[in-house]
């Protein structure tokens, strides 16, 4: 099968570690999935130097950002967004509601911009009705948000 293939995590990957981390993932994931979307970099003796800065990066980032995550998840759980999408019979919807569909409709309700990335839908959304996914904005702070998905 594919070679292991040893990358420094560059952003949060759910479920492979926090940046700066470095992991050992199949070469495939790592050429076609983390590498063209910046998500890591090739692992190199030279590469290894920057794991310090990107790490005391990333910590300086999350001690100014969790208390900016506990108010955005104050926020969140504070509003109801509403999709209106179209739906056929039986309130079933022709595809399903994206990550970034909630996202837009977060911002469009007057709330904090989110990244896509960090919205956590456990099941695709596929019918008419009130659904919650959650939003991780830090990695110990996650809030839950009331989607409402109408018939347009």
């Given amino acids: ?3 292991p293939m040893k990358l420094i995590l560059t952003n949060e990957v759910t479920g492979l570690g926090e940046p700066g981390d470095v992991v050992e ?3 495939g994931y790592g050429r076609n999935y983390l590498i063209p979307r910046g998500l890591a970099m090739r692992w190199t003796r030279g590469a ?8 005391r990066a990333r910590s300086s980032r ?3 950002s969790q208390d900016d995550a506990r108010v955005a998840a104050r926020e969140l759980s504070a509003l109801t967004v509403q999709i209106r999408v179209r739906a056929g019979a039986a309130g079933r919807l022709f595809g399903s509601v994206s990550a970034s569909d909630i996202a837009e409709a977060v911002r469009a309700a007057g709330g904090p911009v989110l990244d896509r990335r960090r919205i956590e839908i456990d099941t695709p959304i596929r019918t008419v ?3 919650e996914v959650t939003v991780r904005l830090h990695p110990e702070v996650s809030a839950t948000l009331d989607v409402d998905i109408a018939e347009a």
């Fill in 48 to 55: 290894e130097k920057q794991i310090e800065l990107i790490r």
């Fill in 1 to 3: 099968m594919g070679t």
């Fill in 62 to 64: 999350e001690i100014r």
């Fill in 25 to 27: 993932v199949k070469g």
């Fill in 129 to 131: 009705g009130r659904h």
